[in-house]
Every structure is written in structure tokens, then in C-alpha cells.
């Protein structure tokens, strides 16, 4: 008799809650490594306003002598685990688990929770070339509000600048979409900083206009950053361009660019003019070409100073993707570390 009693009382109090939608997904993985040492790097640490890497042997590098487009800020907050002792191959495992809440009163406002939960190293091995940790937990939590195609997103310096959307930097965002066009602005009131970035289509041509006025997104580490792109698609071939402005800085690259589609085959070219008075067209150039059918995926890739990337990712089925990648990518400017090279192989499971 108690436990009936016990039952129809949760079941009134459950009554007068709404339920919200609750849903689980998440990646996992294991992979084989061989960085060339970049990882060994054994601490991050910030003393007077400028941030260094600790070598295994003791000694220390600043950030220019990491990366040339990287500030010493960015450098501190930037999410890749050091490793000590780490010259040849090693093992890393990861896992990244997100689970997201949702609910929508009856006057249409819907609120949505997001929590990312982590573990471990991934390495990224399509994009930076980096370790990325895996570690978030329940205090990083992702809440939104949204009405009317509008939404407004709370995450205390979890949200990325729309210029660079490597920099996690604010802590409010507002998206939407105005007789067309998709525009959102994020903000972070302590530190003042700010990005937009707006997007449409005039007469088939694709523009997009994104700007930051936090200095850690760019090179010189002063001032504001802003690029306006377009993009037309004739049939099999997309003709693009940008130019970008970053005060302070040479990094006012101009590009024009083209992609053309051959069956199962892509290849593209984008030749780049560099920032600064005698840049020219050509200067600088990226060629890339990939391959898609059933199970296997595949792509090339290689610039003017020869740093090239390939990549083969095989679905297993399942969820299961087997990748290998290999970069071998010059020192940066200026830099200590003898190269960016990369040999990676691993699982990566969906969930």
C-alpha cells in the first residue's frame, strides 16, 4: 500500500513539469601519433602578460617562435594538451560525450541546454593538425533562448569569435535572419570584445562580411580584423574571393579562387595575394584535389612552400571510421621547432 501511495504522489508531481527533450551523442577514439615533437611541450604558462612553452629539455619558447599567426594570448587559452617525453610515435585515446535538453513553452519561446563532457586527446588531424583536449565538464554549460527564428546563446567565454572561430572568447551571442540574410553578433561585456558576421545571396552570388574587434584573432595583437567573401556556383565549377583587413598587421590577404567538380573527383586552386604594398597575385597559392565514393574518402593537398597534406578516411560502418594522415608542413616563421610534420592513424567511433 505504501508503495502505491508512494508512486501516485511522484506521478501528480511529475504532472505539473514540463518535459523537455533529452538526447545523447558523442564521438570516441584511439589513434597512433608521430608530431615530431610538437607536443612535448610540458606546460602553459602566463607571467607578465606573455605566455611560453616549457620544453621537456627545460628551456622555454615564446609564442612567435610557435607560430607565426599565433598571439601570446591565444597561445594561454588555445585547447591543446602538452606532452612531455613525446619525439616518436605514442597512443592517445578520447572520448566527447554532448547532451542536450530542449524544451518549447506554449507561446513558442524554446530553451535548449547544452552540456560537453570529455576525456583525453583527439588529434585534428583534417584541420590545425593539433591535440585537442578533451575535457569539458558539467560547470560548461551552453544555454539558449530562442522566438521567432530568433536566438540568444549564453556560455561564459565559450562561444567562438565569428572571425576566427578557433578563439573562444565570448560569452553571448544573438542569430537571426533579416529579409534573407543571416546575421549574428556575439559579445563579452567584461572584456569588451565583439564579432559579426552576415551572410546572403545576391543574383546567385553568395556574400559573407564577418569582423572581430578582439585583438587576439590576429597576428599583431592590436586593433580590429574584418573579411568580406564571395562565392558563385556555375554548375560543376565555384568561382570565390575574399579580402581581408587586420589592423596592424600584412595579413591583408586578398584571394581569388575557383573548385570544379568531376565525378567523384574535386579539385580546386586559390591563388593569394599577401598583405602588404608589394604583394602580388601568385605570391602565395594553395591547390588541393579529393577524391569521394562509397566507403572511401580521400584528399590531397599542397602550397607554394610545399607543405602538403594527405588524408584517407574509410567508413567502417557502424559509426566507425578508420583514418591515416600525413602533413609535412615547414617550420614557421622564425620558429624553434624544426617543423609542423604529422603522421597520424586511428579509429573514431559515432555515437
Same mark, same amino acid.
Given at each position: 500500500m505504501k508503495r502505491i501511495l508512494l508512486t501516485t504522489t511522484s506521478l501528480v508531481l511529475a504532472a505539473g513539469v514540463a518535459q523537455a527533450d533529452v538526447t545523447f551523442s558523442g564521438t570516441a577514439g584511439v589513434a597512433i601519433i608521430d608530431d615530431n615533437g610538437a607536443s612535448k611541450a610540458a606546460a602553459v604558462t602566463t607571467a607578465a602578460g606573455t605566455s611560453t612553452l616549457t620544453t621537456s629539455t627545460g628551456g622555454t619558447v615564446t609564442a612567435s617562435a610557435v607560430t607565426s599567426s599565433e598571439t601570446a594570448a591565444a597561445l594561454a587559452t588555445r585547447k591543446n594538451t602538452a606532452r612531455a617525453t613525446r619525439d616518436d610515435m605514442f597512443f592517445e585515446s578520447y572520448y566527447d560525450l554532448d547532451i542536450t535538453a530542449s524544451a518549447e513553452s506554449d507561446n513558442g519561446v524554446s530553451v535548449s541546454l547544452g552540456l560537453d563532457l570529455g576525456g583525453g586527446n583527439k588529434i585534428d588531424y583534417n584541420d590545425d593538425d593539433k591535440l585537442e583536449a578533451q575535457g569539458g565538464t558539467a560547470t560548461d554549460a551552453d544555454v539558449?533562448?530562442?522566438?521567432?527564428?530568433?536566438t540568444v546563446a549564453i556560455d561564459n567565454n565559450g562561444i567562438a569569435d565569428l572571425y576566427d572561430g578557433d578563439i573562444e572568447n565570448a560569452d553571448a551571442s544573438l542569430s537571426g535572419t533579416i529579409a534573407g540574410w543571416a546575421v549574428a553578433v556575439t559579445t563579452d561585456q567584461d572584456a569588451s570584445k565583439s564579432s559579426y558576421s552576415v551572410s546572403g545571396a545576391v543574383a546567385g552570388v553568395t556574400l559573407t562580411a564577418t569582423g572581430s574587434n578582439d585583438d587576439s584573432v590576429h597576428a599583431s595583437g592590436t586593433g580590429s580584423a574584418s573579411k568580406l567573401a564571395a562565392s558563385y556556383a556555375m554548375g560543376d565549377l &565555384? #568561382?570565390?574571393?575574399?579580402? %581581408?583587413?587586420?589592423?596592424? +598587421?600584412?595579413?591583408?590577404?586578398? &584571394? #581569388?579562387?575557383?573548385?570544379? %567538380?568531376?565525378?567523384?573527383? +574535386?579539385?580546386?586552386?586559390?591563388?593569394?595575394k599577401p598583405g602588404g604594398t608589394s604583394g602580388k597575385y601568385g605570391d602565395e597559392w594553395d591547390f588541393s584535389a579529393a577524391y569521394a565514393a562509397g566507403a572511401v574518402s580521400a584528399s590531397f593537398a599542397i602550397d607554394e612552400a610545399d607543405a602538403t597534406t594527405i588524408i584517407v578516411d574509410y567508413d567502417l560502418g557502424g559509426g566507425v571510421t578508420a583514418f591515416a594522415a600525413m602533413h609535412d608542413k615547414p617550420a614557421p616563421t622564425g620558429g624553434a621547432v624544426t617543423d609542423n610534420d604529422l603522421v597520424a592513424m586511428g579509429l573514431n567511433f559515432a555515437f
Amino acid at each position: 500500500m505504501k508503495r502505491i501511495l508512494l508512486t501516485t504522489t511522484s506521478l501528480v508531481l511529475a504532472a505539473g513539469v514540463a518535459q523537455a527533450d533529452v538526447t545523447f551523442s558523442g564521438t570516441a577514439g584511439v589513434a597512433i601519433i608521430d608530431d615530431n615533437g610538437a607536443s612535448k611541450a610540458a606546460a602553459v604558462t602566463t607571467a607578465a602578460g606573455t605566455s611560453t612553452l616549457t620544453t621537456s629539455t627545460g628551456g622555454t619558447v615564446t609564442a612567435s617562435a610557435v607560430t607565426s599567426s599565433e598571439t601570446a594570448a591565444a597561445l594561454a587559452t588555445r585547447k591543446n594538451t602538452a606532452r612531455a617525453t613525446r619525439d616518436d610515435m605514442f597512443f592517445e585515446s578520447y572520448y566527447d560525450l554532448d547532451i542536450t535538453a530542449s524544451a518549447e513553452s506554449d507561446n513558442g519561446v524554446s530553451v535548449s541546454l547544452g552540456l560537453d563532457l570529455g576525456g583525453g586527446n583527439k588529434i585534428d588531424y583534417n584541420d590545425d593538425d593539433k591535440l585537442e583536449a578533451q575535457g569539458g565538464t558539467a560547470t560548461d554549460a551552453d544555454v539558449s533562448v530562442g522566438y521567432m527564428g530568433w536566438t540568444v546563446a549564453i556560455d561564459n567565454n565559450g562561444i567562438a569569435d565569428l572571425y576566427d572561430g578557433d578563439i573562444e572568447n565570448a560569452d553571448a551571442s544573438l542569430s537571426g535572419t533579416i529579409a534573407g540574410w543571416a546575421v549574428a553578433v556575439t559579445t563579452d561585456q567584461d572584456a569588451s570584445k565583439s564579432s559579426y558576421s552576415v551572410s546572403g545571396a545576391v543574383a546567385g552570388v553568395t556574400l559573407t562580411a564577418t569582423g572581430s574587434n578582439d585583438d587576439s584573432v590576429h597576428a599583431s595583437g592590436t586593433g580590429s580584423a574584418s573579411k568580406l567573401a564571395a562565392s558563385y556556383a556555375m554548375g560543376d565549377l &565555384t #568561382l570565390s574571393a575574399s579580402v %581581408a583587413n587586420e589592423a596592424g +598587421t600584412a595579413e591583408d590577404d586578398s &584571394t #581569388l579562387g575557383l573548385k570544379y %567538380a568531376m565525378g567523384d573527383i +574535386t579539385v580546386g586552386y586559390t591563388t593569394i595575394k599577401p598583405g602588404g604594398t608589394s604583394g602580388k597575385y601568385g605570391d602565395e597559392w594553395d591547390f588541393s584535389a579529393a577524391y569521394a565514393a562509397g566507403a572511401v574518402s580521400a584528399s590531397f593537398a599542397i602550397d607554394e612552400a610545399d607543405a602538403t597534406t594527405i588524408i584517407v578516411d574509410y567508413d567502417l560502418g557502424g559509426g566507425v571510421t578508420a583514418f591515416a594522415a600525413m602533413h609535412d608542413k615547414p617550420a614557421p616563421t622564425g620558429g624553434a621547432v624544426t617543423d609542423n610534420d604529422l603522421v597520424a592513424m586511428g579509429l573514431n567511433f559515432a555515437f
